[in-house]
């Protein structure tokens, strides 16, 4: 019998599976391929893994047997029911202690599922989310891992030696239990998704508001990107600001306004009602798509629906550095609803997560990072219990002295009738978080009017009230009041 010799496994060879077996390769390790299509691995050790140490499995059965002990799986196959059909069948194939890491796109509740049902085998599962692209795959991801904790030590050497750094820093660390690591990468696509957005409008808003040109807009986001708003996307967007196609014009213009999405953004939202966490940046970000795809309707209704704007006569210098400085400010409030909702997913879920650890991880290799991710790490390493991150003295200092310019850029937006719903949810967060009454106690009495359904007195905290408003209804509450 020939001595196993792969250190690990890896079954999808897409292009992210791909490149993240020839990462690992780079890195001294052995790494066996395997593809449903057989045929595919023939093609990747041919090719792409030609003159490398990658071997190939013709069937699980034989991928299972080239494993050191205990055997790592990485699965990187479409989320759902292909990563349960090939659990299924690696399970008969496994023993105890062997590891299954789910490297895909899934719900953070897959993973607690499958955490759960393999509890009594002894198999063990790691919900791992990986950010970063094909190019992070092949030259450093963002690595998130969570699931069952005694896997860790046995596939630590291997992430943390495949993943990004930052000043030495590896961006890969345990996460916490079960569906912690698809958590926290499925609130960090949420952030993608406000991000992106924040950015679009910046894009719109120097496009038709101060009507430049697109080589001028490429070099103020060039500009950005040197100071505080560093970062990945803000990188990529001057570079497609500035690209021309083959006929020497500008490709940008000729793409279709019409966004897709995968579903991470929408699972984010989706979380964030069951949690009760107010994350109206990303849920502004997913409708803001949810809007772009209606491209007829919209053509139709530009044609129907006529604007009464009114043309921008400001200062254009000011104005850019008041869209900078917006711009920021909003990516602080986004940030500081993601991790609000991974603070109350951890607390009901009973994860013990580091959320300095958290922002360590996302700082490098992922299509996040940027250079203020330090000052969010900072934040929760001076005090790891701090609720949210506006109540930080440095963020709570920042979005203050930035207050100003959203409000402006909100103002100059609706005159003007450039839509900007992140911007717009970001201002209105900050205002509703800062502020010490709000009309809720209406709200609670006109629950109660309809509905019996109680309210509070500021006086009498705790002891729920029931008013007959009318004189006709009854004194008998319906339900109690639910926060």
Known sequence: MTEPKADIALIGLA??????????????????????????????????????????????????????????????????????????????????????????????????KWCKELKSTGVLYIGMGVSGGEDGARYGPSLMPGGHTEAW????????????????????????????????????????????????????????????EQNDIAKVFADWGKGELNSFLIDITSDILKFKDANGEYLLPKIRDAAGQKGTGKWTVMSAFTYGIPVTLIGEAVFARCLSALKEERVKASKSLLKNTVQFKGDKEKFIEDLRSALYASK?????????????????????????????????????????????????????????????????????????????????AALSGVPIPTFSAALAFFDGYSSEVLPANLLQAQRDYFGAHTYELLDKPGEFIHTNWTGHGGNVSASTYNK
């Open 153 to 212: 030590p046995a596939v630590k050497p291997i992430f943390q030696a495949i993943c990004a750094k930052v000043n030495s820093e590896p961006c890969c660390d345990w996460v916490g239990e079960d569906g912690a690591g698809h958590f926290v990468k499925m609130v960090h696509n949420g952030i993608e998704y406000g991000d992106m957005q924040l950015i679009c409008e910046a894009y719109h808003l120097l496009k038709d508001v101060l009507n430049m």
């Open 15 to 112: 292009v992210m599976g791909q490149n993240l077996i020839l990462n690992m390769d780079s890195k001294g390790f052995v790494v066996c391929a395997y593809n449903r299509t057989v045929e595919k691995v023939d093609q990747f050790l041919a090719n792409e893994a030609k003159g490398t140490k990658v071997i190939g499995a013709k069937s699980l059965e034989d991928m299972v047997k080239k494993l050191k002990k205990p055997r790592k799986v990485i699965l990187l196959v479409k989320a759902g029911s292909a990563v349960d059909a090939f659990v299924e069948k690696l399970l008969p194939l496994l023993e105890k202690g062997d590891i299954i890491i789910d490297g895909g796109n899934s719900q953070y509740t897959d993973t607690q």
């Open 332 to 412: 602080v409030i986004s940030y500081a609803q993601g991790f609000m909702l991974l603070r109350e997913a951890a607390e009901v879920n009973k994860w013990n997560l580091n959320y300095g650890s958290i922002a360590l991880m996302w700082r490098g290799g992922c299509i996040i990072r940027s250079a203020f991710l330090g000052n969010i790490k900072e934040a929760f390493t001076k005090n790891p219990s701090l609720s949210n991150l506006l109540l930080d003295p440095y963020f709570s200092k920042l979005v203050s002295a930035s207050q100003m310019s959203l409000r402006q850029v909100v103002s100059v």
